[in-house]
């Protein structure tokens, strides 16, 4: 089973179904047609008494996966295209699916894991981490905002520290995903080597679900140490600020050596990330704590609108992506210059409740 251009594999046996996202060249980004595929998997594996665990995988030994294929995207809106109603729909629709899904599903975030391919694994029953994981949801670099559900799940992680993550899009590791409440164990190359054997394990017994997190457990090793439980206080003291010029103002004066070369550091982040993004992102988090996920899709929704009608994402992935200059022109191109007026452009009402088109999340 595959879809018609290859970009997806499955594979079904021994009560396995493995999902391999397979665009290695583009670090497996996501199109409209790879939700398409996976999504009618899914619905035929739902019932199906052939399949009682399903496994997503990235192919290449790079990535599992770099996000949405937002060049592509940004291409079609570029068209004149509506690309929340023809890609993000979609992929917030599949997104939600994946953490209903009643059969256990084991998302592999082996090499680089990303924005979009954040959204497919933490709906995941267990993540997987491996000391080669690059975690993070980096789109305020170009332009957009943590989308695919972490207004919720960066809200989840301890003290501000998911704050920290979506404002600067700082890359961790697998100690830090694990810290952050991103993952739920490390594995090993001697342990990833039992993986499929464990999960056919699992899929043939009582109860696949305790089974596979009992596995894990007992599979895991301790990761190479990551810096944000040593940074805990600074990042608790600088994003608990109400605003983001204080928390750059806090960023400067940090008191504690310990921390100013990762306070420095974080600084230089924030000062290069659009400007639009870093103030839509702070009241994305600040209003969307306790937000169900249906809710948080919903509000998402009404914002990568925004962004692509009146933001910065056509520039931000043209500077990323496209031409790889790396010097987007952010439009205003300071904070001071981001009115409250144009912040709440982007939490509209853009559909009334009735008539939203993830409604039915
Ligand atoms: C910020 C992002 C993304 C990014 C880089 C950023 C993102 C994304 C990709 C990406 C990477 C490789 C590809 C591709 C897209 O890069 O969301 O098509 O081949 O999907 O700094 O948010």
Redesign the pocket.
Known sequence: MASAQGDVLADVRDGVATVTLN?P???N?LTLSMFHAIDAWLRSWRDSPEVRVIAFKGAGGKAFC???????VRESHLAGEPVWKTYFVHEYAFDHGIYSYPKPIVALMDGIT???GMGIAQGAALRIVTPRSRVA???T??G?FPDVGATVFLNRAPGQVGLYLALS?ATIGAADALYAGLADACLGDEALAQLDGALRTAASGPDPRTAISRWAASAASEPPPGELAGMRQAIDRHFARDSVEAIINSLEHEPEPAAREWAARTRELLLRRSPTSLKVTLRQLHEGRGLALGDALRRELGMVRAAFDIGDVAE?VRA??VDKDHRPRWQPATLAQVTPERVAAFFQPWWTPGEHPLRHL
């Open positions: 665009r060249a583009s670090l980004a770099a996000g949405g294929d937002v060049r592509q990303m924005g979009g949801m980096p789109e670099a170009i957009l899009g931000g990323v992506l």
